[in-house]
């Protein structure tokens, strides 16, 4: 049997005005156990991606300020989904695709050399490049100077650190992406924000921009003839 995905579509919240500015599109897959983060994304057969994309960005084009979309160098790599999300752009029109790019290791490896072309491409189709999980694995300063350049956005996720923002090493990691957000003038959004906690204190970093199950949980964007019961 085919493997069925879909996008589900996750809230992206500005805490000074309590505004949804945008969403970012998480893809999952359906399982007997209901549905779950695939295993790997670059084993996901492009044309699958591609397909899934457009017809998800065809239903939210006019409804959001930006909306996000992950991929990782391998698919950054590949045309059938570079094509894919240029087309989506156009149909999200006036609003903003956000390429977000992941540390998420492929088959292969590329050097930046080959990855900032594709990239400056889609900035010059008119979409933003936002950096995923920076200060995280791979993704440290060094691994993505540069792209900054090209960057409009990157994100820093509490959920990949066990101990929270309250650790002090923590709060270190997060001044220095937000200083490095302020030199590029770059949008900073904090991922992770769990509880009422959370929140205050990225108000107290100054962070205006977060996302997590504290503003709301992805749900699942049905596609046309999907059965109201899809995936339950």
């Known amino acids: 049997m085919k493997p069925i995905y ?7 919240l500005n805490g000074q005005t309590q505004t949804i500015f945008g969403y970012e ?23 699958t991606v591609s397909d899934l994309l457009l017809e998800t960005t065809k239903i939210l084009g006019l409804k959001v300020q930006y909306c996000s979309v992950n991929i990782n160098r391998e698919q950054l ?13 156009k149909q999200l029109y006036p609003a903003k695709l956000v390429v977000e790019l992941t540390e998420e290791k492929g088959p292969k490896s590329y050097p930046d050399t080959r990855l900032i072309p594709r990239l400056r491409n889609f900035v010059e189709c008119g979409m933003q490049i936002s950096l995923d999980d920076v200060g995280t694995g791979i993704n440290d300063f060094k691994s993505v100077q540069e792209f900054l350049p090209l960057a409009s956005e990157i994100k820093f996720a509490l959920q990949n650190f066990k101990t ?16 490095i957000s302020n030199e590029y003038g770059l949008r900073l959004i904090l991922e992770g924000i ?5 929140a205050q204190l990225s108000k107290d970093f100054d962070i205006p921009l977060r996302q997590g199950y504290y503003y709301g949980k992805p749900k699942l964007l049905r596609l046309p003839g999907d059965p109201v019961d899809f995936g339950f």
């Open 6 to 12: 879909r996008y589900f579509v996750q809230p992206q």
């Open 25 to 47: 599109l998480l893809i999952k897959q359906l399982t007997p156990e209901g549905w779950r983060l695939p295993e790997s994304f670059t084993e996901i057969d492009s044309q």
């Open 77 to 89: 790599m590949d045309t059938t989904i570079s094509k894919a999300i240029i087309k989506s752009q």
């Open 164 to 179: 929270g923002i309250k650790d002090p090493k923590i709060q270190q990691k997060l001044h220095f992406w937000h200083a």
């Open 194 to 198: 769990e509880d009422s906690d959370d």
